[in-house]
């Protein structure tokens, strides 16, 4: 059984930043892309940033380009985002999501065999 557990969410002021953890447990995680989503308060959910097996490719939405970094540390289990410069539109809740492999679309949600149950970042103005 594939465990993510997410941490580090808060309230932080507009241009503050923020760094969210994924722990993973179950699987061998080097093995795993792994991929951050978000949804704000009536939206669907959404991609944010997704990094490979080794930790060296990754790729953004185009909304948080420039200001959020998706790191890994495969000895440690732990998927990491760091998040600066934020803004009130950053508000969601935040899932960690793990992708054995066999995906074709790492912007897409159906991709993902594994979810964290996700944490709240709230950014006041």
């Known amino acids: 059984q594939v465990q993510l557990v997410e941490s580090g969410g808060g309230l932080v002021q507009a241009g503050g930043s923020l760094r969210l953890s994924c722990a993973a447990s179950?699987?061998?995680?080097?093995?795993?892309?792994m991929g951050w989503f978000r949804q704000g308060p009536g939206k669907e959910r959404e991609f944010v940033a997704v990094?490979?097996?080794?930790?060296?490719?990754?790729f953004y939405a185009d909304s948080v380009k420039g200001r959020f970094t998706i790191s890994r540390d495969n000895a440690q289990n732990t998927v990491y985002l760091q998040m600066i410069s934020l803004k009130p539109e950053d508000t969601a809740v935040y899932y960690c999501a793990a992708d054995r492999g066999l995906g074709t679309n790492y912007a897409r949600t159906y991709t993902y065999d594994y979810w964290g149950q996700g944490t709240q970042v709230t950014v006041s103005s």
């Open positions: 179950g699987g061998v995680f080097s093995r795993f892309v």
């Open positions: 990094i490979g097996r080794s930790g060296d490719t990754t």
